[in-house]
């Protein structure tokens, strides 16, 4: 059922506590002197809110919980009884209830993201939850809709390239729309904080959790693409987080699986890590997500960044001046809990110079941890109310206090439209690189290449798109004149398979391959080696990493596209086909595969017709 609370009725349940903290959340044009009146007011006020909470209201607050569910009081049964082994209680509300948390994110696995409707319900019924308890606080719903291969939000929703296919298209103006448009959508189904935009610069090919969620190797041009999303989630009216800090881009390590070292020396960092966040703070970002990492220049106690004091209060507030929220990655990731237990994190955490606490994985022990820390003087209470204070104020800003509910016409008039849908297909078209184009088989002439073969991986959807990619290319050829069959061969195809690819092959006028994450043992190769043999033109299409054309025999013609999402595969459709340019050009450098000191292709490559 849609919640239809309005907005007078919101502000008689809350006028005893916090309608005083939510005026005037958007200072009015005015001189300097009128502005930093308004804000001490606020902050008065703000403080004031803080002295009414209880202790536990107070731990509660720093909280950020998932939550099994598609709705916040009737959830399915099955959901229930997730919620019940993971958090101890039945449904949202009741989280909210019995921790006072201040925060929710969004899971599209704990059934959180069904479809827009369903998803500005349960942010309603979430609201309504925070409002309802002894002191009536709004909750901050975030999710990683970072886009390209992160997304929890998926169709009807707007589905952008991911940041490194940005960073291919080289557009700040289309970053900018693009988080713009994305920012919208999510404020209209009642997610307000997002955990976008990457700002790692990826400068390892061998990085097993941020490459193609990176804008690219170059920290200036990464910095710019930051700023530029930055601005565009925050016209929006939604929070943008910048992660992963001090900067998660040369590990070979999963920080999920493990805890990575960055062994970039001080001046590295600087040069090569810093310029991303340091544009983000300078585009007014109004969170910052900790990295479980250990940078020995940076704190030579090796804690994760996420735990040091030195990295989190001395660099990042002291000498990069900043004074929003930061946020901790999950906590329950391995690259936090390696060294000290779940229930002292919070407390470390706190004191490194943390703000919001997310996901731990036993909430009843962090929660006690935290708590118990207070209570034994580990952690004082001014302590505590200063991030309070900076969460409070964020939720004032992106008026929570004012009126935090959305509704279904609100939905209907922003979520997926028509305009967005083509912003996004020509935003996209400006990414598709083409790297190599042999005697300008490319574009393909529906006269001359006609029928067509598309072959190749078939990963899971990454963003809630529909799927698979060799079907989504066929389908977007079929729909630009030609006649094409889809084939999966999967990312280790069997000789079995690759004999069935040779033989669909007979009598097409070309192949286009989708590859994804070729290393030098896969089997991808052999693929496109035996659709080369027959003489049949082969086009391949990186549909994640770019690195793959290096591990591939010649062929063709080759293009990236730096995702396997819908909106990027048609782009290269149309690419391919001659209905659109190539626009993008390499955000990283592709090195050779018997060589990884030469570069075969640049930062900044990518041919045109």
């Known amino acids: 059922m849609q919640h239809r609370t309005s907005r007078r009725t919101l502000l008689t349940v809350t006028a005893a506590t916090v309608a005083a903290a939510a005026t005037g959340a958007i200072s009015a044009p005015g001189a300097a002197a009128a502005s930093a009146s308004h804000s001490a007011s606020t902050t008065k006020r703000l403080k004031q809110l803080i002295s009414r909470m209880s202790l536990e209201e107070k731990v509660g607050q720093l909280f950020v919980m998932r939550v099994y569910g598609h709705s916040a009081t009737e959830p399915d049964q099955a959901d229930i009884d997730a919620n019940l082994a993971e958090i101890g209680v039945r449904t949202a509300a009741e989280l909210i209830a ?104 990826n400068v390892n090919p061998a990085n097993p959790v941020i490459g193609v969620r990176s804008f690219g190797a170059d920290p200036q041009a990464v910095a710019a693409m930051v700023a530029s999303q930055v601005k565009g989630y925050q016209s929006s009216g939604i929070a943008s987080t910048a992660k992963h800090f001090p900067g998660h881009g040369d590990t070979n390590t999963d920080s999920h699986t493990g805890l990575p070292y960055i062994h970039h020396t001080r001046e590295q960092w600087a040069e090569l890590d810093s310029p991303p966040f340091r544009a983000a703070i300078a585009a007014g970002i109004d969170s910052i997500m900790t990295a479980h990492i250990v940078v020995p220049a940076l704190d030579p106690a090796e804690d994760p960044a996420t735990l040091s004091r030195p990295i989190l ?199 286009v391959v989708g590859t994804y994450n070729v290393s030098a043992t896969n089997s991808q190769r052999t693929l496109v080696g035996a659709l080369v043999a027959t003489g049949v033109p082969v086009i391949t299409v990186a549909i994640r990493n770019p690195y793959d054309i290096a591990q591939l025999p010649a062929h063709a013609a080759s293009l990236a596209t730096y995702s396997w999402t819908d909106v990027e595969l048609r782009a290269a459709a149309r690419v391919i086909a001659g209905h659109a340019e190539p626009g993008g050009r390499l955000p990283v450098p592709v090195q050779r595969a018997d060589d990884a000191t030469q570069v075969l292709y640049p930062i900044g490559y990518g041919l045109t017709y």
């Open 98 to 201: 019995k921790y006072h948390v201040g925060g929710i994110i969004y899971f599209a696995w704990a059934h959180n993201t069904r479809d827009p409707h369903q998803i500005a319900d349960l942010s309603n019924g979430i609201q309504h939850a925070g409002l309802a308890g002894p002191t009536p606080l709004p909750l901050l719903i975030s999710t990683d809709q970072e886009h390209g291969i992160v997304c929890r939000v998926g169709e009807p929703a707007t589905l952008m390239p991911g940041a490194m296919a940005l960073g291919a298209g080289g557009s700040r103006s289309d970053a900018r729309r693009a988080g713009q448009i994305a920012g919208a959508e999510l404020a209209a189904i009642g997610i307000n904080q997002n955990y976008a935009p990457d700002a790692d610069v």
């Open 313 to 511: 209060t001395g660099i990042l507030r002291e000498e990069l001046g900043y004074d929003g929220v930061v946020i901790t990655d999950s906590l329950g990731m391995e690259g936090v809990r390696t060294k000290y237990g779940d229930e002292r994190v919070p407390a470390l955490a706190l004191q490194a110079g943390v703000d919001q606490l997310l996901n731990p994985p036993d909430l009843d022990v962090s929660w006690n941890g935290l708590l118990d820390a207070v209570k034994s003087g580990e952690i004082s209470e001014a302590r505590l109310e200063e991030s309070i204070l900076r969460i409070l104020r964020l939720k004032t800003k992106l008026g929570l206090f004012d009126d935090p509910f959305v509704t279904h016409r609100g939905v209907d008039r922003v979520v997926g439209t028509r305009s967005h849908l083509a912003a996004a297909d020509r935003i996209a078209e400006n990414t598709t690189t083409l790297l190599t184009n042999d005697r300008a088989v490319l574009p393909l002439s529906r006269r001359s290449h006609k029928n067509l073969l598309v072959v190749g991986a078939d990963p899971a959807s990454p963003s809630g798109t529909t799927g698979p990619p060799t079907t989504t290319l066929a389908t977007a050829f079929g729909e630009l004149g030609h006649t094409a069959t889809a084939l999966s061969t999967g990312t280790a195809p069997t000789q079995a398979k690759i004999a069935e690819a040779v033989a669909a092959a007979q009598g097409k006028d070309a192949v």
